[in-house]
């Protein structure tokens, strides 16, 4: 970077790796590797192989010294420096894993655990007041296969089903100083069918840009899955004091590349990859799990079936549209409230305009009668009257007459005097 | 060593065989080379194939040289109109460049406001600045809480840095000045600068410095503080913070100085030399801003600024972490809450509509049973009425019949009497001729 410095034109912001870099030295690191397999078949000693230190030794024994009734989930934390660089290890074993004679279900306290980790993080990661976030999600699996030379078992088949969609899967042939370098061919051959068969999807390492890192990546990916052989111990041979397993007929060593493929493995996990695993055991592994984890809670809602395809909004936003569309459902219920509610009063009042209607035709009707029954009455009377009239006339005219008559008489007599 | 107490500021040994909820994480020596040490590496390299993203906000008065020192910095001539100033208040232009050095790719983002200090009132000038940063926020917690994310592809558009261009009077900030920046520090890194300072002179621009710098003090503005934490870095940072406000000068016209082509700007009197650290701050700046802080003014933003946006954000819409019995709350927990209170408030909504509507109905029914009453009541009337009437109409007829009666007996009567008179008449008559005839 002098040399840029001096440069024409140099603006500087080539220096911003560097930055990334000091930073993240200051930081320091975290990993978690889980170890899953059976007892015996070296785990621990892989583990110590791996990391060059006694992570498992006489005052940390290995779970494998311990016997377990059921599958326990155990971590172990260390603090490892190299180079300047800090890095925060822990380890995940599961003694017991296998062990049993019923091993049903003996992976469900692995996932558990890795489901815990990441609500763990979930919840920190969503509290309101957020503080350093320590990452202690299992950012790889190493899975033990034992090396039958047939293939894979039931249980490992299930396993790995199970736990390639909630973590890096790393399948290792463990022991791999017990079979020659045909029979570990033919093994690993018939391992990668069967993944390829039951459609498990094994951690993959991703391609680089540069074509010569391809080419190194292309000749890992063949020799998957990786067969190792781990060792405490530290023999001499040649000369050269190295890790391995004495056998009468000569020393496997473990970081022989002809013996196993153990330094792949170590360059793969720890001085290549490992970051790779933490970004995607951050931005695959666990987004996975949070969005199932509120999918679910979101649906808990009022219309489960509707939310099904609302995934790609925040929980907070798709309230504001529930509360939208409620808003909208009010209106039209009021609407429809108002309706029935015109109409119902509608009909009432039809019903007693009807009523009123009636009564009144009724009143008329029984007016009229009665104006006919006066009507009748009044033609009586006048017809009585009447009557009585010309009677009382004719009476009059009687009297008159017969006063006539009784003068006439009288006159008559008067007369004769 | 304090990098390491620091970190693992929790720490404790274990003593138990296995620690396996435990905290603690023991140190372990290691007895070869194992190769972690490459994890530095390894994220920058994937650091470098991401790319990088900086967004810087300008803010200053119009005809403080923002443009031009941006030019100047970053070496390129941005495209962009002169700014156009027809618009009252104040306006925010961002434009982003992808910018290459090496084999870093830079997205950056510059954001210029338009308009800034030409109104009257400028009492509202702040806002659209405010409004601007606080939308970044916003969409980045937005898609920070969206049930499926893709974070690791977001493109940040939050503001990284902001540069305040102070104009030189020489005298002191102005009010404006002091109000956004109170506004803003909170929000964004603020790292102000005195612009166009080729128009002080040295001995006026130290007075300058050193008034700035205490009247930000005593109105309490937190100005960004290139970090001391880090010893690679400290010693140049806590020198540089020192020079606070830099004082920058910038050109993109170059003047041949000795037979070297420098970017300066050209005076009778001299030339003032933009890189020429005797002449102004400018290679301090560029030095802060981006060779050596960069990084860290992104991380500011994400751990200071954005939570602090993102907490204020959140509890505003009533989250909480404890419940009230200061018990944490796990984030389903929370959700939840917050759904069945929201759940309640909706069916509390339809709850009252539903009564209003059936009080509404009571009432009405209320009314049309009064009306109909009062229907009955009249016709009840009427018909009393009625029954008045008739009674009355039979009792005329009842007197009627009676008059009827009576008339028919005085006429029964009558024509008896007239019947015995005829008779009686006649044999009257007789009496009477036979007295005659006595």
């Known amino acids: 970077h002098d040399d840029m410095e001096n440069l024409e034109g140099y603006v500087g912001f080539a220096n911003l790796p560097n930055q990334v870099y000091r930073k993240s030295v200051k930081r320091g690191f975290e990993f978690t590797l889980m170890v899953v397999g059976e007892s015996g078949l070296g785990k621990s000693t892989l583990i110590n192989s791996l990391f060059l230190t006694d992570l498992y030794s006489k005052e940390y024994p290995g779970p494998s010294q311990r016997i377990k009734k059921t599958v326990q989930v155990e971590q172990s934390k260390v603090l490892v420096k190299e180079g300047g660089v800090q890095l925060t290890l822990t380890i995940v074993d599961t003694p017991g894993f296998g062990d049993a004679v019923d091993n049903s279900n003996c992976w469900q306290p692995v996932i558990n655990y890795i489901d815990s980790k990441c609500e763990d993080f979930l919840n920190a990661e969503s509290r309101v007041n957020r503080r350093q976030m320590p990452d202690n999600r299992v950012h790889c699996c190493l899975y033990f296969i034992a090396p039958s030379g047939h293939g894979l078992k039931p249980l490992d088949i299930e396993f790995m089903k199970r736990l390639h969609d909630k973590v890096n899967i790393i399948p290792l042939i463990a022991k791999a100083d017990t079979m020659t370098p045909e029979e570990c061919q033919h093994f690993k051959k018939q391992i990668m069918k069967e993944i390829q068969e039951h459609k498990i999807k094994i951690y993959e390492f991703p391609d680089t840009e540069e074509d010569e890192d391809n080419k190194l990546i292309r000749k890992i990916k063949e020799r998957m899955p990786l067969a190792v052989v781990g060792s405490n111990v530290v023999v001499e041979v040649n000369g050269r004091k190295v890790r391995g397993r004495q056998y009468p007929w000569g020393v496997a060593e473990v970081e022989n590349g002809e013996h196993c493929d153990f330094t792949v493995l170590r360059n793969m996990l720890i001085r290549t990859h490992m970051q790779d695993l933490k970004d995607v055991t951050n931005n695959v592994h666990y987004e996975n799990y949070r969005s199932r984890k509120l999918a679910a809670v979101t649906c808990n809602g009022v219309d489960g079936t509707k939310n099904k395809g609302q995934l790609t909004k925040s929980p907070l936003a798709q309230m504001e549209e529930e509360r939208r569309e409620h808003v909208m459902k009010m209106k039209k219920m009021e609407s429809e409230m108002e309706q029935v509610f015109e109409m119902k009063v509608k009909e009432k009042k039809q019903k007693l305009k009807d009523s009123e209607a009636e009564l009144e035709r009724r009143h008329e009707q029984m007016k009229r009668n009665l104006e006919a029954q006066y009507k009748e009455l009044e033609e009586k009377r006048r017809q009585f009257e009447e009557e009585k009239v010309n009677w009382e006339a004719q009476q009059r005219l009687l009297e008159q007459q017969k006063l006539d008559v009784t003068m006439e008489k009288n006159k008559k007599k008067g007369k004769i005097f | ?438």
């Open chain 2, 1 to 438: 060593f304090h990098r390491e107490a620091k970190f693992q500021s929790s720490r404790h040994l274990c003593d138990s065989a296995f620690d396996s909820q435990g905290e603690g994480a023991r140190s372990v020596p290691l007895s070869g080379h194992v190769g972690f040490d490459s994890m530095p590496d390894q994220l920058v390299n994937k650091s470098v194939n991401h790319g990088f993203c900086f967004n810087i906000l300008c803010v200053g008065e119009t005809g403080l040289g923002k443009s031009t020192l941006m030019d100047t910095l970053f070496n390129t001539k941005f495209e962009g109109e002169p700014m156009q100033h027809s618009q009252p208040g104040v306006q925010l232009r961002s434009s982003t460049y992808e910018l290459q050095e090496s084999n870093v790719r830079l997205k950056l983002t510059i954001v210029n406001t338009i308009g800034f200090g030409d109104q009257i009132n400028k009492e509202d000038s702040y806002k659209p600045i405010v409004e601007f940063i606080d939308t970044q926020f916003e969409a980045y917690l937005q898609e920070e809480l969206k049930i499926k994310r893709t974070l690791h592809s977001y493109h940040d558009s939050r503001v990284h840095a902001c540069l305040y261009f102070i104009a030189p009077t020489g005298h002191s900030l102005k009010s404006l000045d002091l109000v956004t920046m109170k506004k803003l520090d909170s929000k964004v890194n603020i790292i102000p600068i005195i612009a166009k300072s080729d128009a002080i002179s040295k001995s006026e621009l130290a007075k300058f410095k050193i008034k700035i710098t205490s009247e930000l003090v005593s109105n309490g503005v937190q100005i960004y503080q290139f970090p001391t934490d880090d010893e690679t870095v400290a010693e140049i940072n806590s020198n540089m913070n020192g020079h606070l406000p830099f004082a920058v000068v910038g050109s993109t016209e170059e003047v041949k100085i000795g037979n070297k082509m420098v970017k300066a700007r050209q005076y009778p009197w001299g030339t003032v030399q933009v890189e020429n650290e005797n002449h102004c701050d400018f290679v301090k700046l560029r030095e802060m801003l981006i060779r050596v802080n960069m990084e860290d003014l992104r991380e500011q933003t994400h751990t200071r600024h954005y939570e602090l946006y993102r907490r204020c954000k959140l509890e505003e819409m009533g989250f909480k972490d404890t419940d009230p019995d200061s018990k944490p709350f796990s984030l389903q927990e929370t959700y939840e809450a917050k759904r069945n209170e929201f759940m309640g408030e909706l069916q509390k909504k339809e709850e009252e509509m539903r009564q209003m509507f059936v009080q509404r109905v009571k009432e009405k029914e209320a009314e049309l049973k009064e009306a109909e009453k009062e229907l009955h009541e009249k016709f009840d009337r009427l018909k009393k009425l009625h029954q008045e009437e008739k009674k009355k109409l039979e009792d005329k007829k009842k007197a009627l019949d009676d008059e009827l009666n009576i008339f028919k007996q005085k006429k029964t009567a009558a024509e008896l009497l007239q019947s015995q008179a005829q008779q009686a008449g006649g044999s009257t008559t007789l009496k009477r001729d036979k007295e005659r005839k006595k």
